[in-house]
């Protein structure tokens, strides 16, 4: 669990504040504190929301830093790769580090936000009309509805749950 806990907020703070980009000491601390922070809070979260507890806020909160730091993660590494493509292409440090670090904060942000609306909105209704050869005449014309991946938990979802 340590492990995991260290790559999920430890690339993701080597991405944006790594020696790389030579960020001002007090960017570097704030940074640093924010993802101890994180680290620290991830597991506590997880724990009063999900366990014995069952803290609904508390679970709100460590469902979502889970998200925003596992998108921040994927990001990181996408960012890491491009800036070794670039490093190899001859592009210097600083500027490399602070704009790679930059479009993954403005990455992850859009993404974040976009995730959340998508979330929280009744999703949309696809008809699809599906032959199946050899299907008993009876069940001709029946409508099958389908709906995955609610998100159902801690989060009120009374006015989504009667849109749907």
Excluded at 116 to 123: D, S
């Amino acid at each position: 669990m340590l492990a995991i806990l260290l790559l999920l907020f430890g690339v993701p703070a080597w991405t944006l504040f790594g020696p790389g980009a030579r960020w001002p000491t007090a960017v570097v601390a704030a940074g640093a504190a924010v993802f101890a922070a994180a680290f620290v809070a991830l597991p506590v979260l997880m724990m009063l929301g999900h366990g014995r507890r069952h803290r609904d806020r508390a679970a709100v909160a460590a469902d979502a830093l889970l998200g925003a730091a596992w998108v921040l993660f994927v990001w990181s590494v996408l960012g890491l790769v491009v800036q070794s493509m670039l490093a190899l292409a001859g592009v210097d440090d600083p500027l490399l580090s602070r704009v790679v670090a930059a479009s993954v904060v403005a990455v992850v942000a859009v993404l974040l936000a976009w995730g959340h609306l998508e979330a929280m909105r009744v999703p949309r209704v696809k008809a699809l009309d599906v032959d199946i050869d050899g299907l008993a005449p009876a069940l001709d014309g029946m409508r099958v509805a389908m709906i995955t991946d609610t998100h159902y938990g801690p989060i009120d979802r009374t006015r989504w749950s009667a849109g749907v």
